[in-house]
Structure formats: structure tokens, C-alpha cells
């Protein structure tokens, strides 16, 4: 980044791509005059406390912006004891960012005079807009119009303000009442209510800030544009995210994915708010397995962010990912005084999918010398209650030298006899011994409980060092899980992304025909003809009239054969009694003809003309499996993989990823549902092919990707056999309008 460059700001007959190029460069840049200015003017600073026109101000000095402060006021020459000017057009050196603490109707002409200055970066405080009504939010459109036309980045409206707590900047353009301490952790947050309390708790916990957003109502400057300053900024190490509703879902796949793989920094987010527009809108079972809040996790985990369900948990693991290396591997130790906090450590530790580390013999054996003999030298090592600060020591370097070990979790429950702060600084110094004797990091996480512990020394004494304390060790345990889990990510492969040869023709065709009739679901017969047209292998199958065509079918493709209604608005052609299996003769042909025509009946449907029929070869053997898409309104394509029938009913284990998927997404699915098990091949069925699997779910992928307008699709079931497998019911659903 260099945030000094001039650029030009008129193009002159320069052509569309130079422009756009320059554009891009120019907004990227121009965060920098809002995160690191050298001078910052403030329009409506107010010389009576309280306002917030004064306590900007007030923070800026306080906190020793190191630039120049010009307090804009009509009405006073001086504001804070120090000169101000009538109009920021009254300045004459040039200013990086404004920031707007006037009152809403002031806002327009005040941005007008911010672009007459060539101002580069606006902070607009002042609220009343978008989140008013349709008044407020046209004053926003104006104002964010007019930015853009001058090349000024406008944080907010309606924010609380901007923080840079870098040592070299010392900028706070807010109106918290508490000061951040710096330190490597970035914070955006859409709700100014929120990021009050999140400053104070941050500084309450010690958590030091490298930089914290209030975004507002994000009329320019996104989450996203953030994120992108974050993965350069180098005194950030840890983005923390509030957010109530994402801006562009890919760009924030992309500029994440980039940061936590890429930079190897986490991002640990709390998501409020829920989009159900995906699960009113559905009607095939991808669809209404999609809607609520499954987007946005699988928007999460598709680009490694730690979701969090509180702000209490994002400090909880921000704490801990700020101050410690990431664990090589998920092997880990608890040492203890007390056998009780022993237990909930390891039951938490193993409910995250931890493992218990198998301590060395020689470490046991250091361990039994250095321990009283009533002590438990196996992993929970409960040195029991007379432990001291000398026990604490030698066990804490002991576990952290074993090559077993990948991660320490230390408890301490403070009995009156023993001093907490001997203790903390025992800890201290065992946890130099071992990591210099281990010759690699492990990350360390403190629990020191008790009423006696409280005075706070010693869990001080641990934060200086670089320990985390947790309240709790369940708390602890899922910070490590946390830790472990995004270690993992960062480390894992990619994938590939396939591309098949595939008859796209047939498919644009198919889906012509489809719409110019009105239709949004497609018919049976193409909805499999599009399947094949991408390989997707498809059971044998005819549209037939009468129970004659039904046998002569059966007597090409043997039988037994089955027999379905044609229709497309059922989501189960079975629930009404529409799908006839392993019909094994003429005979049973004709009954079953007879038979879904009575239910049709029954149930009421009106048909336009005779019943269609489908009769297909029935597959035998197979494990009955689902492979869908659907378009979420805010997300995008989601890839989706479970088990058929009962299991995606009832338990709903299914998968979810965001569209594209790598040929490793596609295999993580496949093992990600708890029915695996059923699919490796389970009391001596033999296992399902799951190459065919992983292939025809990237096919499915590449399908959506290459048709957009298909808003939702199923084959539900896909019956995967030993080897190979078929797609004997498929939905496939076209968005309204062409795109
Ligand atoms: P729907 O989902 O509309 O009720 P399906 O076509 O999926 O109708 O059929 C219902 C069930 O019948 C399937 O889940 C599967 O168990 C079974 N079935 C349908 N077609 C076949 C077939 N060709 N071979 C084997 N089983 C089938
Ligand atoms: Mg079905």
C-alpha cells in the first residue's frame, strides 16, 4: 500500500479499462486515508461536553492522534483549546479525513464542502438515514454518489466511529468511552451499540486492538474492503467480525479465504440476524434444507471462519488465537490440583473432538518422581491439592517437553493454603522450560478458579506472559478446539476444481423449451436428459401411456421394473401413493396402473389430459443417497450431500458448500454426514462407490455453475451401488426471469 501516491481523479478520454484500473487502485488506497491519516478535520465539533461533537474531539487528543486535529465550528475560534476553523474550506492544509458530527440535514452540504476541499476519506458519525425510511436512505444514495464521484471512501453513516490504536498512528475517531490498548487484533462491527460494548470488554479482558471499525450502515466502505486492509495491515493478526448481514457473499469467500489460508490469520465472526427468504422460497428438499442459518455457516466454514455464537465467545477465542501459536496437532495434556475441573476439562476437551495425549514413559516417570505418590501421573495429571508452585513448574515444563503433547490446558482451583500468584508465576516459568526444551510453540490456556484467585494477580501475571485464563475449563477447551480446528484448515488441500466434457446444448435447449412454455420445474424425462447430458449416469426409464408400452419397456430392460407418476408439483410422488416398485409382470404392471390412478384420484389432483406414467428399470442394491444445488437469494449456489429417505428426513444429515467445489470439497462432503458409516459399508454390505459419488456431485456443480437459472435441484434418491450408482428421481427447478 502507499497511501501518499497522487492520483488523478479525472480521466480525460482515457480508455474504460485504465479507468476501472485506476478506480480499483484509488479505493483500495483510499481506506488509507481513513485508517491512517495525517490530518483529520472535525465538522461539528462542539465545545460542550457530552456532545459527541466534543467527546471526538476530546478522544482524538486524548489518545494522541499523531497529526494535525482541525475542529470545524461556525461559531467558536477555538474548540478543545485548540484553534478552529468556520469551514473545512476555510483550511488551508490539505485534509485526509473528515469527520461528519453534524446534524442529518448538514450532512449533504457538509460532504459537498468535503469534496470542494479534496478531502479523501469521510467518517460520517451523524445518523438518520437508510434506517429511517426511504427519506433517509435517498440522502445516503446522494451522499455516497457524490464520494464516489470525488474518490472519497465514506465510513458509516450512523457509526460510532473509527479506531487505529497502531503506535505510529494513534487514531480515535470515536466516541468510546474506553481507550483500546493496541495490540494484533482488528475489529469491524455493523452495530455501533455493539462495538461499545465490545471496546470496553476488549480492554476489560486485556485484549489489545489493532484496529476497530463501526461500519454503520456500510453506504461505501464494507466489511469486505476491511477484510482486504486487514490481510496487508502487518500489526493485524486476529479479525474479529460483528456482522448483521454480508454486502457480497463471494467477495467475502474470496478476500477470507485469501486472509486465513493465505496470511494464515483467523477470522472469528459472530453472524446475527437470519436469512429465511432461502427456506420460504423452496420446495425440493435441498431447498428447504438450505434455508435459516445454514448459509451462513457453510459460507463460514467454506473459507475457514470460526463462527461464534456470542460476543462473549469471540473474546474468549480471540484471546486465545491472539496470544498463541496455533497447536501442530490436536494431542492434549491437562494438568490439575484438583480431580473434578480434571474431569470437565477432559470431557470438553473430547466433546470438541480432542484427543487425550498419551504421555512418554519418561515423562510419567519424571512425573511420579516429581509428584507425591497419592498423585495421578496419567493425562489429567491431578497433582492433588497440596500441589504448589514448585509442583506447578516441574509438571508444566514435563507435559509441554513431551513429544505427545501438542497443547497444555492448566487448572488451578486455589486452596487457601496455596498462593495463586507463586503459582501463576510457576506456570509462567514452567511453560519457558518446556516450550524451550519441547523446541517448538504449543499453545497454553490457563483456568485458575476459585474465590481466592480473584484478587486477579496471578491471572494478570499470566496475560502479561502471554497466557490466557478462562473462567472455565470448558471455556478453554473449546478456545483449543478452535485453535486446532482452524490449524487444520489452514493446512489442508484445496482441491482441484474438474472440468468435464459435457453437452452444454442440450441443457441451454432443454431449458428454452422449459420456460418458453411457462413451466419453472422441469419435466421428468428432461430433467433426466439433463443429467445425462452431464454424465450423471440415469436409471433406464420411459414416459408411457398405457400398461402395454409399460411392458414392452420391461421386456427391452428386464425386469422388475417401476412404475411413477409424471408430475412435477409433488415434492413425494410416493405420499399420494405415485410410485409403484419391483413390479415383476404384465400383470403387476396393470395393477399398478390401476392402483396410482385411483390414488390420483383420491387425493384430489386435476390433471391436464391423462396421467403421465414414467416407468423405469428398478435398481436393486443400492444405498439411497441426495445430491443437490439450490441459489440462495444472498449466497449464491449451495452444493448439498446426505443420505436418501429417511435419513435426510428425519435426521437431516446433509452437507452444505458454497458453489464452486473442488474435487476435496467433494470428498469432505461425503464424509462429512454422520451416516457415513452406512455408505463405508456397515454389518457386511459392501461399500458404496464413493469415486461415483464425489463425481457426480461435481458434475451437479459444474451443471449449476455453467446454468444459473437453475434455482434448485435434486436427485433424491442417487442409489449408489458397489459400483456405480443411478439417479432414479430428479428435480430440477429454473428461476422465474432470465438473468
Ligand atoms: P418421490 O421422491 O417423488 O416420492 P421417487 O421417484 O424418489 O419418488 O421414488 C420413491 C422411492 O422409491 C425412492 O426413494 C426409492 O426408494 C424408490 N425407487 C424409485 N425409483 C426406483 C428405481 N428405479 N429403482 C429402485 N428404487 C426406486
Ligand atoms: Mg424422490
Not at 484500473?21 to 472535525?42: C, G, K, T, Y
Not at 457530552?50 to 461556525?74: A, D, Q, S
Not at 475517531?173 to 452495530?191: H, K, N, V
Not at 428438499?285 to 456470542?310: I, K, P, Y
Amino acid at each position: 500500500m502507499n497511501p501518499r501516491a497522487d492520483r488523478p481523479n479525472t480521466y480525460g478520454n482515457a480508455s474504460p479499462a485504465v479507468i476501472v484500473r485506476h478506480l480499483e487502485e484509488f479505493m483500495a488506497d483510499n481506506l488509507d486515508a481513513i485508517l491512517q491519516p495525517r490530518s483529520v478535520a472535525v465538522i461539528g465539533a462542539s465545545r460542550k461536553p457530552g456532545r459527541l461533537g466534543w467527546e471526538i474531539v476530546h478522544n482524538l487528543l486524548e489518545y494522541g492522534f499523531n497529526g494535525t486535529i482541525y475542529p470545524i465550528n461556525p461559531s467558536s475560534r477555538h474548540v478543545h483549546s485548540i484553534r478552529a476553523w468556520p469551514s473545512i474550506e476555510d483550511v488551508e492544509d490539505p485534509i485526509d479525513l473528515a469527520v461528519l458530527v453534524v446534524p442529518r440535514d448538514q450532512v449533504l452540504p457538509q460532504v459537498e464542502a468535503c469534496a470542494r476541499k479534496g478531502v479523501r476519506g469521510l467518517l460520517i458519525i451523524s445518523a438518520g438515514f437508510r434506517e429511517v425510511g426511504d427519506e433517509g436512505r435517498e440522502l445516503e444514495e446522494k451522499i455516497t454518489h457524490i464520494a464516489r464521484k470525488h474518490g472519497m471512501r465514506v465510513v458509516g453513516p450512523n457509526c460510532m466511529g473509527v479506531i487505529n490504536a497502531d503506535p505510529n498512528v494513534r487514531l480515535d475517531a470515536s466516541f468510546a468511552e474506553t481507550q483500546p490498548i493496541p495490540g494484533s487484533t482488528a475489529f469491524a462491527s455493523q452495530s455501533g451499540a455493539v462495538g461499545e460494548v465490545i471496546l470496553s470488554h476488549a480492554h476489560n479482558k486485556g485484549l489489545g486492538i489493532s484496529q476497530f471499525v463501526s461500519l454503520g450502515n456500510k453506504a461505501d466502505v464494507s466489511g469486505n474492503d476491511l477484510l482486504e486492509w486487514w490481510c496487508e495491515d502487518p500489526n493485524t493478526r486476529v479479525v474479529l467480525l460483528y456482522l448483521e448481514s454480508f454486502g457480497n457473499p463471494r467477495n467475502f469467500v474470496r478476500i477470507a479465504r485469501e486472509i486465513t489460508r493465505g496470511r494464515g490469520k483467523p477470522i472469528l465472526a459472530v453472524k446475527s440476524g437470519r436469512t429465511r427468504q432461502g427456506a420460504a422460497a423452496a420446495s425440493s428438499h435441498t431447498g428447504s434444507l438450505a434455508g435459516g442459518d445454514q448459509a451462513t455457516t457453510t459460507l463460514f466454514e467454506a473459507c475457514g471462519v470460526t463462527r461464534c455464537n456470542t460476543v462473549e465467545q469471540l473474546f474468549d477465542l480471540a484471546a486465545a488465537f491472539s496470544s498463541q501459536p496455533l497447536p501442530v496437532g490436536n494431542r492434549m495434556a491437562v494438568l490439575t490440583n484438583a480431580g473434578g475441573p480434571g474431569i470437565m476439562a477432559t470431557d470438553s476437551l473430547v466433546h470438541f473432538g480432542l484427543e487425550m495425549a498419551e504421555l512418554s514413559e519418561q515423562t510419567t516417570a519424571a512425573l511420579r518422581g516429581a509428584l507425591p505418590p497419592e498423585a495421578s501421573v496419567r493425562n489429567p495429571v491431578d497433582m492433588i491439592a497440596s500441589a504448589g508452585a514448585a509442583g506447578y513448574r516441574a509438571c508444566t515444563e514435563l507435559l509441554l517437553a513431551d513429544p505427545n503433547v501438542d497443547a497444555l490446558v492448566v487448572l488451578f482451583v486455589s486452596p487457601v493454603i496455596i498462593d495463586a500468584t507463586a503459582v501463576a508465576d510457576a506456570i509462567v516459568e514452567g511453560v519457558r522450560l518446556g516450550i524451550e526444551r519441547a523446541g517448538i510453540a504449543k499453545p497454553v490456556l490457563s483456568c485458575i478458579m476459585g474465590a481466592h484467585a480473584r484478587d486477579g494477580t496471578g491471572i494478570a501475571l499470566l496475560r502479561d506472559a502471554g497466557i490466557p485464563n478462562y473462567a472455565f475449563p470448558e471455556t478453554a477447551a473449546h478456545a483449543m478446539s478452535a485453535m486446532v480446528k482452524f490449524r487444520a484448515w489452514r493446512d489442508r488441500p484445496l482441491g482441484d476444481e474438474r472440468v468435464f466434457q459435457v453437452d452444454r446444448r442440450r441443457v441451454a435447449e432443454i431449458i428454452e423449451r422449459t420456460r418458453a412454455s411457462g413451466r419453472s420445474w422441469v419435466g421428468a424425462t428432461d430433467a433426466f436428459s439433463i443429467l445425462d447430458a452431464y454424465g450423471i449416469p440415469v436409471v433406464a426409464a420411459r414416459q408411457v401411456q398405457t400398461p402395454e408400452q409399460a411392458h414392452a419397456f420391461a421386456e427391452e430392460v428386464g425386469y422388475p421394473v417401476v412404475l411413477k407418476l409424471d408430475r412435477d408439483d409433488l415434492v413425494h410422488k410416493s405420499d399420494i401413493g405415485g410410485v409403484q416398485v419391483d413390479l415383476r409382470s404384465e400383470r403387476e404392471i396393470k395393477g399398478a396402473f390401476w392402483e396410482v390412478t385411483e390414488r390420483l384420484e383420491q387425493a384430489g389432483l386435476k390433471n391436464n389430459g391423462p396421467p403421465r406414467f414414467q416407468v423405469q428399470k428398478m435398481v436393486t442394491g443400492g444405498q439411497e443417497s441426495i445430491i443437490g444445488a439450490v441459489d440462495d437469494p444472498v449466497f449464491g449456489h449451495m452444493l448439498m450431500f446426505g443420505l436418501g429417505g429417511v435419513f435426510v428426513e428425519l435426521m437431516k444429515d446433509v452437507v452444505f458448500q458454497v458453489h464452486p467445489i473442488t474435487d476435496e470439497d467433494a470428498r469432505r462432503m461425503i464424509h462429512g454426514i454422520k451416516g457415513l458409516p452406512l455408505l463405508q459399508g456397515y454389518r457386511g454390505s459392501a461399500p458404496a462407490d464413493m469415486a461415483r459419488l464425489q463425481d457426480v456431485l461435481l458434475r451437479v456443480n459444474q451443471l449449476v455453475g455453467d446454468f444459473p437459472e437453475i434455482s434448485e435441484m435434486d436427485l433424491n434418491p442417487f442409489l449408489v451401488l458397489p459400483e456405480g450408482g443411478f439417479a432414479v428421481d430428479v428435480r430440477v427447478r429454473l428461476r422465474r426471469s432470465a438473468i
